[in-house]
């Protein structure tokens, strides 16, 4: 599937997605109850990026626990990123997050970020709608992926079904 499709298609989900996925929901709070754990360590004022952020759900998970947080919401649907954004205003921590439409390679150079997440109910619901079209990252590339960006060896954290969860630290330097 083309980007300008994939784009569409999350913009016409997007005033829906979080119902779409509600069955789900118990899969998402566990990811994010282990996230929450896992980053506990990280400093107190901590700069997350949240890649295909889709609809906000983890932001609002982590800003909750983390009041002190800053957030990099990353995602190509226009529909999506304004769910996100209200999300965000309507649970009062917008003044947290940044929102970027687009993709990660577009991304705005910026401080290092402490931590990152790529949002796995965003690889499910491609791999259910799109099995034709998009292929699945293998979990040893997506992986590799995480180190190449200056990120420490992940560590797979969580894995139900097709959903994974990695831990990782941003390297010195």
Sequence with gaps: MEPA??????????????QQWAKLAAFREGIHLLMG??????????RMLCVGAGTGAEIQAL????????????????GMVAVAQKRARDNGYADRCTFHTGYLETLPSSAPFDCASVSPERVLQMQEAYA????????????AMIAAAG?????????????????THRLPG
């Design 5 to 18: 499709q994939l784009e569409a298609t999350f913009d016409q989900q997007s005033a829906n997605y979080d």
């Design 37 to 46: 754990s896992l980053f506990a360590r990280l400093p107190e004022r901590a």
């Design 63 to 78: 800003a909750s626990r983390f009041p002190a947080w800053t957030f990099t919401a990353v995602g190509p649907s226009a």
């Design 132 to 143: 034709k079209d998009v292929a699945i990252i293998a979990p040893k590339k997506v992986a």
């Design 151 to 167: 990120f420490g060896m992940p560590v797979q954290f969580y894995q139900a079904g097709l959903i994974h969860a990695w831990y």
